[in-house]
């Protein structure tokens, strides 16, 4: 009989990704701080974090911060490529995969104990594997839960192993800061910390009632169970997203909204054809703002139908957008972002009369045909001639 006091969850992150595989690919950035992206860092290497860099950040920013650093520009293709095989590893460990990411995975090995050995076992031949198949570093943290999995993971950065036993579970949670519960941004970790909540322990010996008082309903019952390391959900292979979004850093130079509408409208292109390709449909959706200030805002806007055609998606974005003009002018936009969802399949879509396609749906898939035969910019519209298309980061398949 196998016995083991580990969780059967794996959290497996790749650490400091994308430039992670700048230093692979020149052995003279190992070691030394590197950031990937020019205008806004992309992605930052531990030494250059060790200076302050961080991912979103304008790059003039992060070179006062981090003048020795290395300046990359970043190659998609490549790191897609390396995150494919990263996951073939993944496969080749387990069935039970749930990716999050490109760069991060849940993986369940609870069925393996008699043939591989236990998580920890497994966890530390995954990141050999993965370091000798890839040539990247991974951490991976392993616990009962894909929550405790993921703060595992997170405190054993970077390229680490953390094992959290059954038994030491609140012991290894509670002293944690409230930043390290999953849902715990800006905004809710600044009303804990006006109420003197600074620790996963004061979290969890707050009455639900309380917690929902401050936060709301949802976050104060997520937050409750979290502090308790409740979190029944299992790893889902195959689990499709509930969302589909993109988002373009603009720094801090003003932007008229003519080019905010041209980075509106190529942002639409790409997200509409993600959904084509995925058979999928939506229903909502939101614009997301950040603003000089630092501060946050959402638009959205439910449609009376779910659809995949672009025009109309399109129409209600700019609608959005306009109607957040004064806001535009007033705070100055650094980062807009479009996301899509109440997803479906396309097939739940009611058919009307006639049944053919309309010319919006024709143009949509003809242009899909053109783009996948011949590459993304081969066919543009004349309005985007000319306009830089922004960096299009690698995802996971739909």
Wanted: hydrophobic fraction near 45%; charged fraction near 25%; include cysteine.
């Amino acid at each position: 009989m196998f016995v083991t006091s580990e969780g059967p969850i794996l959290h497996a992150d790749l650490d400091a990704f994308y430039a992670s595989v700048e230093q692979r690919d020149d052995p003279r950035l190992r070691g030394r701080p590197v950031i990937v992206g020019g205008g806004v860092v992309l992605a930052a290497s531990y030494e250059a974090k060790a200076c302050g860099v961080r991912t979103a950040m304008g790059g003039a920013q992060a070179r006062r911060l981090c003048p020795q650093a290395v300046v990359v520009p970043p190659r998609m293709s490549v790191y897609s490529a390396a995150s494919k095989a990263v996951f073939e590893v993944f496969r080749d460990t387990t069935p039970v995969v749930e990716g999050l990411s490109i760069d991060e995975a849940f993986l369940d090995v609870g069925g393996l104990l008699r043939i591989a050995g236990t998580p920890s076992r497994i966890a530390a031949r995954l990141r050999s594997e993965v370091l000798g198949a890839v040539g990247l570093p991974i951490t991976v943290g392993v616990a009962r839960t894909k929550f405790l999995a993921k703060v595992a993971s997170g405190v054993a950065k970077p390229d680490g192993l953390l094992v959290v036993p059954h038994d030491r579970e609140l012991e290894f949670l509670h002293p944690l800061p409230v930043e390290r519960l999953w849902g715990v941004g800006k905004v809710t970790s600044a009303k804990l910390r006006d109420r003197g909540i600074r620790t996963v322990r004061q979290v969890a010996a707050m009455p639900e009632v309380d917690l929902v008082s401050l936060l709301g309903r949802g976050p104060g019952l997520h937050l409750h169970a979290l502090a308790r390391n409740r979190d029944p959900r299992p790893v889902q292979p195959g689990r499709r997203r509930r969302s589909m979004g993109s988002q373009r850093a603009l720094g801090r130079r003003p932007r008229t909204m003519a080019e905010l509408d041209e980075i509106l409208v190529a942002t639409v292109d790409r997200l509409t054809r993600r959904l084509r390709t995925a058979k999928r449909v939506c229903r909502t959706v939101v614009l997301r703002m950040r603003f000089a200030d630092f501060g946050r805002a959402t638009r959205s806007r439910t449609l009376v139908e779910a659809t995949d055609h672009t025009e109309t998606i399109l129409a209600a974005a700019r609608r959005l957008l306009y109607e957040s003009q004064s806001l535009v002018y007033d705070r100055g936009l650094t980062l807009i972002g479009l996301s899509l969802s109440n997803l479906d399949g396309d097939g739940s879509v009611q058919l009307v009369l006639p049944f053919g396609a309309g010319d919006g749906d024709t143009l949509d898939t003809t242009l899909d045909v053109v783009r996948d035969r011949f590459g993304a910019g081969a066919v543009t519209r004349a309005a985007l001639l000319g306009v830089e298309a922004g960096v299009e980061v690698p995802l996971l398949p739909e």
